[in-house]
T-cell receptor, first 110, second 115 residues
Framework: DQQVKQNSPSLSVQEGRISILNCDYTNSMFDYFLWYKKYPAEGPTFLISISSIKDKNEDGRFTVFLNKSAKHLSLHIVPSQPGDSAVYFC?????????FGQGTRLTINP | ETGVTQTPRHLVMGMTNKKSLKCEQH?????MYWYKQSAKKPLELMFVYSLEERVENNSVPSRFSPECPNSSHLFLHLHTLQPEDSALYLC??????????????FGPGTRLTVL
């Protein structure tokens, strides 16, 4: 039972356009959501988070949207840059659980 | 030195070998974690230590044995592994366990290959 799902294993976006990464969860006890970014040969690094009491959190080029009724969150990157090419993991926490999705590989094309 | 470090970065071992993975954090955190990342699978949480006590063991086979001698160091002892145990093993730390808003800081991982 995969409680956090990233259904797109890969995504290719042109430089300067918007990248949208999606994540779905099933456990209604999750109350805090995070996005991590991972480059090859490095560990994941924290990118941005959102609490369940909000529906949007913005940090520079990165915005996370949360739709609690749909149990869906998304990460928007605009404008996309070549350095954004990486694997992005969403994670959900709550009720003493921490669960990661399987990741989406984002490639930004020049 | 800052952050979370892991050694070795790469490890190749036979099924009868015994080896250990080491993790060290210099962030003053109280919780440390071991994760397994296999290809095309989610990060799997293996063990959690909080204040040097094991608080989570997610049905991990006994051929993986964690050790946390102090709040800065975490080991994963490996013995009689199987080829399907080949994966990237990631260590992470956070300020506290069970505080969902805490960010986890990850090490670079150990790429393990079991022959």
């Amino acid at each position: 039972d995969q409680q956090v799902k990233q259904n797109s294993p890969s995504l290719s976006v042109q430089e300067g356009r918007i990248s949208i990464l999606n994540c779905d969860y099933t456990n209604s006890m999750f109350d805090y959501f995070l996005w991590y970014k991972k480059y090859p040969a490095e560990g994941p690094t924290f990118l941005i988070s959102i609490s369940s009491i909000k529906d949007k959190n913005e940090d520079g080029r990165f915005t996370v949207f949360l739709n609690k009724s749909a149990k869906h969150l998304s990460l928007h990157i605009v404008p996309s840059q070549p350095g954004d090419s990486a694997v992005y993991f969403c994670a959900a926490t709550g009720a003493q659980k921490l669960v990661f999705g399987q990741g989406t590989r984002l490639t930004i094309n020049p | 030195e800052t952050g979370v470090t892991q050694t070795p970065r790469h490890l190749v071992m036979g099924m009868t070998n015994k080896k250990s993975l080491k993790c060290e954090q210099h962030l003053g955190h109280n919780a440390m974690y071991w994760y397994k990342q296999s290809a095309k699978k989610p990060l799997e949480l293996m063990f959690v230590y909080s204040l040097e006590e094991r608080v989570e063991n997610n049905s991990v086979p006994s051929r993986f044995s964690p050790e946390c001698p102090n709040s800065s160091h975490l080991f994963l002892h490996l013995h009689t592994l199987q080829p399907e145990d080949s994966a990237l093993y990631l260590c992470a730390s956070s300020q506290a366990w069970l505080r969902s808003t805490d960010t986890q800081y990850f090490g670079p991982g150990t790429r393990l290959t079991v022959l």
